[in-house]
């Protein structure tokens, strides 16, 4: 288990806190209108949440002031997984709300977006440009023959451009999808070929790490390998000339709202209409391709910023991230609330580890995200970006990628405020929102997820499908949730989603998380379940060994493996990247195994300790154990991984060479 229950939290909310936070103020609103308890705080509105969902999502859509242009007569007709029909029969558009503050005289000068770079600058761009440069580009897409449903691909960065060109397809009803400008031509390719685009919006090159990298070769290698695209938009990052045959960004985005005389500027669209593609890593073959609903990605983005993460018109929302990541998606979902949101195109660390406490402080970031191994690495770098820069408007850090470590709470709270509010989260891509993370009314406990989430019926489940509290069990979700996948595309009988989510349990998505839900109702992630270890029929996820071995100075990264072997044998090798200066000798192994030991299970001690030159990664920045499961059981290379999905595919080599060696 990742942390045993402590029985005091390491943060509480004040009185005063709870009574200004809008889940508390939704709450009372929906007592009154709605039937919600108005007493028992958050655990009582959320068994309401799963118990009345109908009555749930009707209070959201109300009490956000949702626009149907066509209404709904009911909020959930067939409400089975797969294939939940969420609103029938109403009409919206998803860019039509996300602008709407323009509208807003108050407001309408105010920055929608802080853009920032490698430099640091903070440039704004306001309600009312944003919502012109959207119009103009709508205008411009309808004029190319874009129409509802036909599909628009980004090869963009973290950049206010993305921003426009996703809400812009989204106002005309197409579909986006995009990809960050570091993955490469197959990479982009397996993922849009699926889909097939009509336009590409893409950049010439980003900078990243204080050099510039170009991506004109790989753009002209997109168009070729595209034959839908009807036109490439070129986007000047490093100010070359547009391609022959391009179209360039500052000519289709200089119009005004005068262009657009025939259509509305916001297509009326059916609820389940599809508003993006998102992607699955595709380390073991094709990503998937994840549809999910412009209806059903605005009320759940609406429920989990407006009401879990707490943000409104005074905030100011930033998440490190990069566009082939579902947190960008995520993130540009803050202008629903009318908060403005800060892009951060550039690396993590640089020009030092400190680099995203310093944007926070430059943009006056309110709610700070980011990921736990960037945390963990703040603190192994010794950072101190409480003292070292003005944070006093951040109200919380969250988290998420992997489970943030006991330790990181510790550190955040250490060194960045002790009144401080930690929102651990975890969700995924398929749902593109959270299952279980924050809740602004609740005690934050050290190496515990708040709160299931409103709407969520969230259930660790064992084997048999028996829900199980204060153990560890397969995460669930027994009720369908708005932004759960309408389709995957190019799957049309729908077997290759019911095979992700519902061939376990039937009629129950199964995520691939071992989780623990304690008795007061926080959550505990402890990682895959498809990497799970198991020894001698104790089950351990891999983030338990993790979080342990992690804290060990010399250790940078690790990576553990359990492999059932064919002669009833089971190896559980631990792949350590040492830190720079460290030995792995008999020493460090001794105390690798005693923490392990004494802090997890003596059953969990590896049978090797092995160093490798570097731990791989998903281009979204996950540890990848199945394809290194698969290299060490001796699948080739090209079986056991896309290759296209890997950080660094030599790293895997290393593996691929010890399974030859072993076998």
């Known amino acids: 288990m990742t942390a045993a229950a402590s029985p005091a939290p390491l943060w509480q909310p004040g009185l005063d806190r709870i009574a200004a936070a809008r889940i508390t103020r939704f709450q009372d609103w929906a007592a009154d209108r709605y039937g919600a308890p108005a007493e028992g705080g958050y655990a009582a509105l959320h068994r309401w949440s799963v118990d009345e969902l109908d009555t749930f999502w009707a209070a959201v859509a109300d009490w956000f002031d949702v626009r149907f242009t066509t209404p709904y007569t009911r909020v959930l007709g067939d409400r089975t997984m797969p294939g939940a029909q969420w609103f029938p029969g109403a009409t919206l558009n998803y860019a039509e709300h996300a602008l709407r503050t323009a509208e807003d005289p108050a407001r309408a000068h105010d920055p929608a977006l802080l853009h920032v770079d490698e430099t640091h600058e903070v440039t704004p761009v306001s309600w009312t440009e944003l919502h012109r440069q959207v119009v103009a580009l709508a205008a411009e897409l309808r004029a190319l023959g874009v129409r509802p449903g036909d599909r628009v691909s980004g090869y963009l960065p973290n950049v206010p451009q993305a921003v426009t060109a996703l809400l812009a397809t989204a106002a005309v009803g197409g579909v ?32 990243y790490g204080g050099k510039e990298h170009d991506r004109t070769e790989t753009v002209a290698e997109l168009r070729r390998e595209l034959p839908t695209l009807r036109a490439v938009v070129h986007v000047p990052l490093l100010g070359t000339p547009a391609p022959e045959g391009a179209l360039e960004w500052a000519d289709l985005t200089a119009g005004t709202a005068a262009a657009e005389t025939t259509r509305p500027v916001f297509e009326p669209v059916p609820f389940d209409h599809p508003l993006w593609v998102l992607y699955s890593s595709g380390t073991t073959g094709l990503p998937k391709a994840i549809v999910q609903s412009q209806g059903g990605i605005l009320l759940e983005h609406f429920k989990q910023l407006g009401l879990h993460c707490d943000l409104g018109p005074e905030d100011r929302f930033f998440w490190y991230t990069s566009t082939g990541w579902m947190m960008w998606n995520f993130l540009i979902s803050g202008l629903l609330t009318g908060t403005t949101i800060v892009l951060y195109d550039g690396s993590p660390g640089f020009p030092a580890v400190d680099a995203q406490w310093g944007i926070a402080e430059r943009t006056g970031a309110t709610f700070f995200g980011t990921s736990a191994a960037y945390v963990m690495a703040c603190r192994k770098a010794e950072a101190h970006p409480g003292r070292d820069h003005d944070l006093s408007r951040v109200k919380c850090v969250a988290t998420t990628g992997s489970p943030l470590p006991p330790d990181g709470f510790r550190w955040l709270h250490d060194e960045v405020a002790e009144d401080l509010w930690i929102a651990s989260v975890s969700g995924g891509t398929d749902v593109c929102s959270c299952f279980a993370g924050a809740v602004p009314t609740l005690p934050v406990h050290i190496g515990e997820l708040q709160a299931a989430c409103l709407g969520t019926d969230l259930q660790a489940w064992d084997p048999h499908g028996k829900a199980v509290i204060g153990e560890v069990g397969e995460l669930v979700v027994t009720n369908p949730m708005p932004s759960m996948p309408i389709r995957f595309w190019n799957d049309p009988d729908g077997s290759r989603y019911r095979d992700s989510y519902f061939e376990m349990f039937p009629g129950v998505w199964r995520h691939g998380d071992w989780i623990t839900l304690t008795d007061r109702g926080s959550v505990i992630i402890h990682g895959r379940s498809d990497s799970t270890l198991n020894r001698q029929g104790v089950r351990m996820g891999s983030a338990d060994i993790y979080e342990a071995v992690e804290r060990l100075p010399e250790i940078r990264e690790s990576l553990v493996i359990g492999l059932e072997e064919p002669d009833g044998g089971y190896w559980m090798p631990l792949f350590v990247h040492l830190a720079p200066g460290a030995v792995l000798d008999d020493t460090l192994r001794a105390r690798v195994k005693a923490t392990i030991r004494e802090q997890l299970s003596p059953r969990h001690v590896p049978d090797e300790i092995i160093e490798v030159p570097g731990i791989p990664h998903t281009l979204t920045g996950k540890r990848i154990e199945v394809p290194v499961k698969r290299l060490l059981q001796g699948a080739p290379l090209d079986k056991a991984v896309n290759v296209g999905s890997v950080d660094n595919l030599e790293l895997l080599r290393f593996y691929e060479n010890l399974a030859r060696e072993r076998h």
């Open 176 to 207: 986006w999808t995009s990809c960050a400008p570091d993955f490469g031509a197959r990479s982009v390719l397996d993922r849009f070929q699926q889909v097939e685009p009509v336009v590409l919006f893409a950049v010439d090159g980003y900078r």
